[in-house]
């Protein structure tokens, strides 16, 4: 079947895509961080078929998008530390896992069967504005199939070729590049499950310390599996030199290559260049990719993170 590609700013598509999604279909669509493959969070059949599409392994829990904070409370339990972050970085690229509220009719496969909820409010106005005129939390991990890089454009979406999908909301590129950060603030001291354009310092110049994913953090959050966003090539990583028969994946010109993430090393531009980048770099026939180092500090945790990922 055909898919059709309009534009998210078109608001009868955003309304055609509601009727889909509320009918128990899928809907790609374009947020901030990168394009999510959306169903009705409360539909367990639509939410089967989201697994179904990715060939995502059951266990792993999706990300529930909402448009405003008050509809987020309806669904998760608000703790302090929730509330301040909400209040910060919402709406934007953080999700916040917390207790489900009793009651809320959560399709049991969004949660993955656990009592918890992973709640975000996008940042882009358009992408909360299909949210709102659908009225229910919208379960959408990023639109590739499992273990692929995550898409950035709507081009992306249509590579992975998903058979059925009626609809790709397009926003362009992108503006950030990489997923949310993932916090947890369900009980105690608020929990980094995964890195991304909020940074850990940002985090903790609102609610204090927090404690960061160590190695059993793929039993806290089932999606941290080491091996993610794998290209085909192998990547080289920390590449102070290219070597024979390597491509390189450059930052801020250290390598001499024609791909460079950010030749003014700016680390937003970085993120939001890097799953293109490496789609771009991954032909048949390159065997390795060396990419330069990338500086650990702000949304370089993040692009490192994802780079360790696709390098298993
Ligand atoms: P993705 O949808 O691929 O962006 O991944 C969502 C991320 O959020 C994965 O790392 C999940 O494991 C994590 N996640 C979603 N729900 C929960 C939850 N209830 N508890 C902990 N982590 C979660
Ligand atoms: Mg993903």
Redesign the pocket.
């Known amino acids: 079947m055909y898919t059709h590609v309009y534009s998210i700013n078109d608001p009868m598509a955003r309304a055609e895509a509601g009727r889909v999604i509320l009918n128990g279909g899928l809907v790609a669509f374009a947020t901030e961080t990168v394009y999510g493959l959306g169903g009705d969070a409360t539909n367990e059949m639509a939410v089967a078929k989201i697994f179904a599409y990715k060939a995502r392994p059951l266990y792993?829990?999706?990300?529930s998008h909402v448009h405003d904070a008050r509809s987020a409370f309806a669904i998760g339990q608000a703790t302090s530390a929730a509330l301040a972050m909400a209040d910060v970085f919402w709406p934007g690229p953080l999700?916040l896992?917390m207790k489900l509220m009793d009651g809320f009719p959560l399709a049991c496969l969004t949660?993955?069967n656990?009592d918890?909820?992973?709640i975000r409010v996008p940042g882009d106005p358009t992408t909360r504005a299909l949210l709102s005129e659908i009225g229910r939390p919208i379960a959408?991990?990023?639109a590739n199939r499992s273990g692929r890089l995550s898409p950035t454009t709507a081009d992306h979406v249509i590579a992975e070729g998903f058979d059925g999908l009626k609809i790709i909301l397009d926003g362009g590129c992108c503006m950030l590049g990489v997923?949310?950060t993932?916090l947890?603030v369900s009980s105690g001291i608020p929990r980094l499950?995964?890195p991304g354009a909020v940074t850990q310092e940002q985090i903790e110049e609102v609610v204090g310390p927090i404690k960061l994913a160590s190695d059993n953090a793929r039993l806290?959050?089932?999606?941290?599996l080491a091996s993610h966003y794998a290209p085909i090539a192998s990547l080289r990583l920390n590449a102070t030199e290219l070597w024979d028969g390597e491509v390189g994946l450059d930052f801020a010109g250290q390598l001499g290559a024609d791909m460079d993430l950010s030749s003014l090393g700016d680390l937003l531009e970085a993120a939001s260049n890097l799953f293109a980048y490496l789609r771009t770099l991954d032909l048949p026939g390159i065997k390795t990719i060396a990419v330069a180092p990338i500086p650990r500090r702000g949304l370089g945790v993040a692009i490192n993170d994802r780079l360790q990922r696709a390098a298993v």
């Open positions: 792993n829990p999706l990300i999700t896992v949660s993955a656990m918890t909820v992973a959408a991990p990023s997923e949310s993932v947890d499950l995964r806290l959050s089932p999606g941290m």
